[in-house]
């Protein structure tokens, strides 16, 4: 059964600084793993997906990466603003439905 | 706006009742998934349905929780004789495949039981 793990649990950082977001997973057989964020009582935004096939996927100021081989995943936000502040969750499908399993969340503030 | 909405946004029951929530995908997905989420964790799996069929169900969907698709459209997910361990937030995500392979959200039902 596929496990995936976030830490740290939270986070708080000043503003500016750049950060990372670490996720891991127990099966490294996965199709892709994709990256969210939630606001509070929100639902979730899609920010990078990133297949199997490959290391890295950016967005603006995001980077992911992935390495399959340890099971594990970074989010690296660069330059980090107050509106970043937000859960950060990831997730991997899994099942003959990939259906998708997700860490618990690494919830990030930024202080101006 | 053409992204999966969901209703009601909010729902507080009593302990006992019934309540049905629904969930509208994007048009073009064919697949649709009903996650729940409890406070400080990530959401976990309830059930999956290619177009009108309900394929998969997780361990978590009790007997008094059953969903429907009727005609591959807009989903139902109702819970019969609601406990205080029913509260959280519901989602519903759907899919369309290649080439994006992402899982849209809705914004979520948040059950409160008293």
């Known amino acids: 059964k596929q496990e995936v793990t976030q830490i740290p649990a939270a986070l708080s950082v000043p503003e500016g600084e750049n950060l990372v977001l670490n996720c891991s997973f127990t099966d490294s057989a996965i199709y892709n793993l994709q990256w969210f964020r939630q606001d509070p009582g929100k639902g979730l935004t899609s920010l990078l997906l990133i297949q199997s096939s490959q290391r890295e996927q950016t967005s603006g100021r995001l980077n992911a990466s992935l390495d399959k081989s340890s099971g594990r995943s970074t989010l690296y936000i660069a330059a980090s603003q107050p509106g970043d502040s937000a859960t950060y969750l990831c997730?991997?499908?899994?099942?003959?439905?990939?259906?998708?399993?997700f860490g618990s969340g690494t919830q990030l503030t930024v202080l101006p | 706006d053409t992204g999966v909405s969901q209703n009601p946004r909010h729902k507080i029951t009593k302990r006992g009742q019934n309540v049905t929530f629904r969930c509208d995908p994007i048009?073009?997905?064919?697949?649709l998934y009903w996650y729940r989420q409890t406070l400080g964790q990530g959401p976990e799996f309830l059930t999956y349905f290619q177009n009108e069929a309900q394929l998969e169900k997780s361990r978590l969907l009790s007997d008094r929780f059953s969903a429907e698709r009727p005609k591959g459209s807009f989903s139902t997910l109702e819970i019969q004789r609601t406990e205080q361990g029913d509260s959280a937030m519901y989602l519903c995500?759907?899919?369309?495949?290649?080439?994006?392979?992402?899982?849209?959200f809705g914004p979520g039902t948040r059950l409160t039981v008293l």
């Open positions: 048009s073009e997905h064919n697949r």
């Open positions: 997730a991997v499908p899994s099942g003959s439905a990939r259906q998708l399993t």
């Open positions: 995500a759907s899919f369309g495949g290649a080439p994006t392979d992402t899982q849209y």
